[in-house]
């Protein structure tokens, strides 16, 4: 299932990126990246999303997949600060050159999203879903 999300996010990567603070929810459109077999995302250190995040690490997206259905995605956000990371990153994202100098820049976070669930409906309008058995959650 996270290898079909990730070719769906190849070809659609930005997503409105749901997150909660303050019971408030706020939703933001975000880029994902896949590096090998994991997903990333990354945010200036000073917005919105990061202050919601630091309260609460959950998430939600949908993304479209190839017949125009919507798969649903819900997981946490792990911080991560690898130079190595965040160089692959830099490199990935060429978005990331027009908002900071380099991938030591210390003005973005990088985040990895562990996908905890995907949800989607069937043609028959039924609910099915898959749970990411190496996550806990």
Same mark, same amino acid.
């Given at each position: 299932?996270?290898?079909?999300?990730?070719?769906?996010?190849? *070809?659609?990567?930005?997503? #409105?990126?749901?997150?909660?603070? @303050?019971?408030? #929810?706020?939703?933001?459109?975000? /880029?994902?990246?896949?590096? $090998? @077999?994991?997903?990333?995302?990354?945010?200036?250190?000073?917005?919105?999303?990061?202050?919601?995040?630091? =309260?609460?690490?959950?998430?939600?997206?949908?993304?479209?997949?190839?017949?125009?259905?919507?798969?649903?995605? *819900? $997981?946490? /956000?792990?911080?991560? @600060?690898? #130079?190595?990371?965040?160089?692959?990153?830099?490199?990935?994202?060429?978005?990331? *050159?027009?908002?900071?100098?380099?991938?030591?820049?210390?003005?973005?976070?990088?985040?990895?999203?562990? !996908?905890?669930?995907?949800?989607?409906?069937?043609?028959? +309008?039924?609910?099915? $879903?898959?749970?990411? #058995? =190496? !996550?806990? +959650?």
């Amino acid at each position: 299932m996270l290898q079909e999300l990730q070719h769906y996010l190849r *070809h659609r990567p930005i997503v #409105p990126f749901a997150v909660t603070s @303050d019971k408030l #929810p706020t939703v933001r459109p975000m /880029t994902i990246t896949s590096l $090998g @077999d994991r997903l990333y995302t990354h945010t200036d250190r000073s917005s919105r999303k990061m202050t919601a995040l630091r =309260e609460n690490p959950a998430f939600s997206f949908y993304v479209t997949d190839d017949q125009g259905f919507l798969r649903f995605v *819900h $997981g946490r /956000t792990v911080f991560r @600060d690898e #130079p190595s990371l965040r160089a692959a990153l830099f490199e990935a994202e060429p978005i990331l *050159h027009q908002h900071y100098k380099s991938s030591s820049d210390q003005e973005f976070e990088v985040l990895e999203l562990e !996908v905890e669930r995907i949800d989607w409906y069937e043609d028959d +309008g039924s609910l099915n $879903g898959w749970k990411n #058995p =190496e !996550v806990q +959650g």
